[in-house]
């Protein structure tokens, strides 16, 4: 069966640098990668999404790669903010419908 | 601009209870509407989706069930909530295959 894997513990980094956060997926070949923001009692936001053609996207200080032979996909975040500790998932998807992983937390501390 | 609503925000329940959670979409036409689970401290599980009014796809078997009455609307069902339908209920909308996804503010449900 399709499978998701994010890092489950939680990520702290100092402010000012950059975090990378890992989304592995085992069992089908998404035709694109969505990343969402998560915050404690919300609902997720949409952040980016990358497709299988693309192997690199950009948006202000995020950063997705999307490397389908390794099944992985790198969420970065640069000159990381307090305001940046959330949760992240990822959701690899090749249909309408989206899988979603457990999501990393991040913390960046001040 | 295309906006969700789904309410309530909050709801206390006891075993045995019927559950009805409206998720309303404006802006937009034909979107494909989705409700999701998220159990405390877990990931996201799909539980209902749908492309187009009147059909639905369900994912997961349990005593839940959705409708799509009208375009824009979607509803969440339970004729008997059991405890194990606690957690945080999640509607969304796409406009379609490879657009991300955008959710309603949830629903909190404890059932006691």
């Known amino acids: 069966s399709q499978k998701i894997e994010q890092n489950s513990e939680a990520l702290n980094i100092q402010e000012g640098k950059t975090a990378t956060l890992t989304c592995n997926y085992t069992?089908?070949?998404?035709?694109?990668l969505q990343w969402y923001r998560q915050d404690p009692g919300r609902g997720p936001v949409f952040l980016l999404l990358i497709r299988e053609n693309e192997k690199e996207k950009r948006k202000e200080r995020l950063k997705v790669t999307f490397d389908t032979t390794l099944k992985q996909s790198l969420f970065h975040i640069t000159a990381s903010q307090p305001a940046d500790s959330a949760t992240y998932l990822c959701a690899p998807s090749g249909t309408y419908k989206y899988i979603f992983g457990t999501g990393t937390r991040l913390k960046v501390l001040a | 601009s295309q906006t969700i609503h789904q309410w309530p925000a909050t709801l206390v329940q006891p075993v045995g209870s019927p559950l009805s959670l409206e998720c309303t979409v404006e802006g937009t036409s034909n979107p494909n509407l989705y409700w999701y689970r998220q159990a405390a401290g877990r990931g996201l599980q799909l539980l209902f989706y749908?492309?187009?009014?009147?059909?639905i796809s369900s994912e997961v078997p349990q005593n839940l069930s959705a409708s799509r009455p009208q375009d824009r609307q979607f509803i969440l069902s339970s004729k008997k909530l059991l405890l194990s339908d606690s957690g945080f209920y999640l509607c969304?909308?796409?406009?379609?295959?490879?657009?991300?996804?955008?959710f309603g503010s949830g629903t909190r449900l404890t059932v006691v």
């Open positions: 749908s492309v187009g009014i009147g059909q």
């Open positions: 069992n089908y070949s998404p035709a694109y």
């Open positions: 969304a909308w796409s406009t379609g295959t490879g657009y991300g996804y955008t």
